[in-house]
């Protein structure tokens, strides 16, 4: 018998505001311990939550971004349950009403190559809601100590449909969701930060069977790769145990990343083991239409929108636009320059996905440090495609010096002493010794070879010193043989 997975993921994602969301007591990251709390955030006896309006905003317009409904009306709800994390012994969540209903998740999963492609799906959501995050526990030898800075942190939970059937697909939802956030601004997304979580929801099922498996919650998942490996781990261990004929009992496991294999952790809670009741501390929220049109006026063009309209407007192939697009900084980069010269798009692309990001990794710098300004980066190109230096000059030599100095293209070209000191005139003669020279190469062009004239091109370099335009090089010397 042949097996599927099925799986669906809840991710959490922290929302970027000054403060938390129910407490007045500022959200951040890298305190110390305990340092940013409150009465709310302690759950002392007579502190009232607060709704924070830019929470609001930034789930708001998650769910537009990510195709939900958002209804007219919200409530907020008492999930209980005892854990240290947790010092008001419950969670301010939604539950029967949430802030985003439905939507989708448009992803991508690999191609035959990096530079193909890959086939586009929808992943479909079940709902956005939003909810106060839980302190963190540090774990030492003896003992272990909370810290309640991350508590009360505007935290919001994307819930997936189980939608999707592996590691790959999941890897591209969570990848998908990551970029849309930081994109709209939402979130940094950052999960070595803890702003961006994801438990899995696995189950297998023999194939042709509609019915649902027993499912196993699967925490503990701390990167998008981590996700994608511990996926995978226990579809392979739930088939092994289904093909044994043994039956899986609906629990909670943990990926251990060091083993590279999935643990048991507890038997799961059901939704009425929580105990949800409506919060009597926090009124429902109207959400509307005016509300939803200002954010959605302040949502960028989305990622694969922006793809698409690449390779459409500019002309350019995927394996370019799958460098620039996902950095929204570095795509609004490229984009300036490309505005003023569009037909020199695909040259502007290779420099900026090739040159650029290499140099800029090598110096570990980030794009807004760099020298270079879009107008500099089209200024090279234009020198390029006038003739006044070759390409290899331009990558080698200019680009470099660019990088490093802020110069213009033609101040590097000045001060290198770059420019030909010959005429077009001069490559002429030197194309023509380079025919005479070698009668072979030219009859092979003549009986249809056209690759044959590479054979020419070297001793033009050659007698140039490197400094001939290859393009013209190659246009006179079919002139002259034609």
């Given amino acids: 018998m042949e097996y599927e997975a099925v799986i669906g993921l809840e991710v959490h994602v922290q929302i970027k505001a000054e403060s938390k969301i129910f407490s007045r007591v500022r959200a951040g990251y890298g305190h110390e311990p305990n340092k940013l709390v409150d009465p709310v955030v302690m759950g002392l006896p007579g502190a009232l939550p607060v709704m924070n309006k830019a929470a609001l905003d930034g789930i708001i317009k998650a769910g ?172 392979k261990r739930q088939t092994r145990e289904l093909k044994k004929g043994n039956v899986i009992k609906q629990a909670t496991w943990r990926w251990n990343a060091d083993l590279g294999q999935t643990e048991m952790m507890r038997e799961k809670e059901d939704a009425h083991d929580y105990r949800y009741f409506p919060d009597p501390d926090l009124m429902p929220v109207r959400i509307d239409e005016d509300w939803k049109a200002k954010l959605r006026a302040e949502i960028p063009e989305l990622p694969w929108d922006k793809q698409r309209r690449f390779m459409e407007e500019y002309g350019l192939p995927y394996s370019i636009t799958a460098v620039l697009v996902p950095d929204r900084v570095l795509s609004d980069w490229f984009e300036a320059a490309v505005k003023q010269a569009p037909k020199l798009a695909q040259a502007l692309g290779n420099l900026v996905a090739n040159d650029l990001l290499r140099e800029l990794s090598e110096a570990d710098m980030a794009l807004e440090e760099c020298k270079i300004t879009p107008d500099t980066l089209l200024g090279l190109v234009q020198v390029v495609e006038k003739g006044v230096i070759p390409k290899n000059v331009a990558n080698k030599d200019v680009f470099p010096e660019m990088f490093k100095s802020g110069e213009t293209a033609e101040q590097v070209i000045e001060r290198k002493g770059l420019k030909p000191d010959f005429d077009e005139g001069q490559v002429k003669v030197w194309c023509q010794e380079a025919i005479d020279e070698n009668p072979k190469p030219v009859q092979n062009y003549r009986d249809g070879n056209e690759k044959a004239l590479n054979a020419l091109l070297g001793p033009v370099m050659k007698k140039s010193k490197g400094k001939a335009n290859p393009q013209l090089v190659n246009k006179l010397i079919r002139e002259l043989i034609d």
């Avoid at 997936?160 to 998908?176: N, Y």
């Avoid at 956030?181 to 961006?196: A, F, N, R, T, V």
Wanted: include cysteine; aromatic fraction near 8%.
């Fill in 64 to 235: 537009l971004a990510l195709n939900c409904t958002i209804p007219e009306t919200c409530k907020w709800d008492r999930k209980n349950y005892f854990y240290p994390d947790s010092p008001n012994n419950y969670q301010i969540t939604q539950y029967d009403q949430p802030i985003c209903d439905g939507g989708f998740v448009e992803i991508e999963l690999p191609g035959e190559t990096r530079g193909v492609m890959g086939e586009h799906k929808k992943i479909k959501l079940t709902r956005i809601h939003l909810e106060n995050d839980v302190g963190k526990l540090n774990h030492f030898a003896d003992d272990s100590l909370v810290d309640y800075n991350r508590a009360f942190t505007s935290l919001m939970e994307i819930v997936s449909e189980p939608d999707m059937h592996s590691g790959e697909e999941a890897f591209a939802f969570l990848t998908a969701i990551r970029q849309t956030m930081i994109y709209c601004g939402i979130s940094d997304c950052d999960m070595e930060k803890g702003q961006m979580r994801a438990d899995a929801n696995i189950s297998v099922r023999p194939i042709g069977q509609k019915e649902l498996g027993q499912k196993i919650e699967l925490k503990n998942l701390n990167s998008i790769t981590g996700v994608k490996n511990g996926i995978e781990y226990e579809i």
